[in-house]
């Protein structure tokens, strides 16, 4: 019969415990305090800046894709970041740069004279292609 009552206590014991850790757990209005409520912006569709692109280089998953490009002289080249980060497109050459480009805004680039243009991602160097331009009409 002893050890029975000490069952009992054992059990309203651990009631007890749990029921002063909810009570500390509930909310108390009068200790809350207000915090700003940030609203998610929808995602906005690709920004176009400058005349229609002739071709694509999209930038994702921290790569130029493609990679290689060959366009003639007086086509437009459209640099589009679908990255969460942002990236540029800069020729080594300096021949082009965009500004940095946040998710889903673009830049064009229009080629003015034939040659070969190495480009990278200036804020991820790592990050490399080239750009043909050929004389050719296509």
Not at 13 to 27: E, G, H, Q, Y
Not at 82 to 96: L, N
Not at 100 to 117: F, I, Q, S
Request: net charge positive.
């Amino acid at each position: 019969m002893k050890y029975i009552s000490y069952f009992f206590i054992a059990i309203a014991s651990a009631f007890l415990v749990i029921l002063l850790s909810l009570s500390s757990c509930s909310p108390n209005p009068k200790t809350m305090t207000m915090q700003p409520m940030v609203m998610k912006q929808p995602k906005e569709q690709p920004k176009t800046n400058q005349q229609p692109a002739d071709v694509t280089v999209k930038i994702r998953n921290f790569k130029f894709e493609p990679a290689n490009l060959a366009i003639a002289v007086g086509k437009t080249v459209q640099f589009l970041n679908v990255d969460e980060e942002p990236h540029t497109a800069t020729a080594t050459d300096g021949t082009f740069n965009s500004k940095a480009l946040d998710t889903n805004e673009t830049w064009n680039y229009t080629a003015t004279k034939p040659g070969t243009y190495p480009y990278i991602c200036s804020i991820h160097p790592f990050m490399k292609g080239t750009l043909t331009v050929t004389n050719k009409k296509n």
